[in-house]
């Protein structure tokens, strides 16, 4: 299962409308260990494309090294899908490189840049095996949450 | 020679679970070789048909290794090198 705060969620959820028509991207870092997604980091879309994303390798590294610098790893690494469901595809399940985040897919093919809800699913992603699992959004994360 | 070479959650079945290992070689082709002698299979998820794979990223001393001449990179003692999975996927 999934906990995230109402603002986190907010966040991930504003920036996939920000970037439609072109895929969203980011993570959520928390502390080593504590499956706790703290703080939202946006990245940007290095394809630009409306149908694949890829945080720029230099970016990345400076992302990293800042994750590790903090004891923090990516709780959650997010991304939008802007024509399709909210659900992994082929080249999401090939490429998933974090088999202990939490892989959320927000679609924004509805309503766009618009006002309006999204389909906001998470999932496991570990070996090619996709696991849909439950998300609770609290309004705040409480220390027994972890 | 000891060069310090960080590996990604990922990948780190094939080092015992270690964060950072160390390997020997005077440039990326011949890390990844003694790379692969300590911790057999690591190769195969670093190279495919005898070049970097599309979606890792290797860096030495914060530099793209594509940006260094890739399996050509000249290395020296002291060289840190970081291993990172591209974070990236598609519709």
Known sequence: M???????????????????????????????????????????????????????????????????????????????????????????????????????????????NNEGPVDFRSYRIVDGEVTEEEVTIVPTLTRSSS | MAIEVRIPTILRTYTGGEKAVNADGASLSALIDDLEASHPGIKERLIDNGDLRRFVNIYVNDEDVRFLGGLEAELSDGDQVVVLPAVAGGA
Request: proline share 6%; with cysteine; charged share 25%.
């Open chain 1, 2 to 112: 999934l906990t995230i705060d109402q603002a986190t969620y907010d966040a991930i959820v504003a920036h996939a409308k920000r970037e439609h028509p072109v895929e969203a991207c980011g993570i959520v870092a928390g502390p080593e260990g504590s499956d706790r997604p703290e703080r939202v980091i946006e990245m940007v879309n290095a394809a630009g494309s409306p149908t694949f994303y890829e945080f720029d390798s230099t970016e990345l590294l400076e992302l990293y090294k800042d994750l590790w610098d903090r004891d923090e790893e990516p709780v959650v690494v997010y991304h939008s899908h802007t024509a399709t469901e909210a659900y992994p595809s082929v080249t999401d399940v090939n490429l998933a490189s974090e088999p202990g985040a939490h892989y959320v897919l927000v679609s924004t093919r509805e309503h766009g």
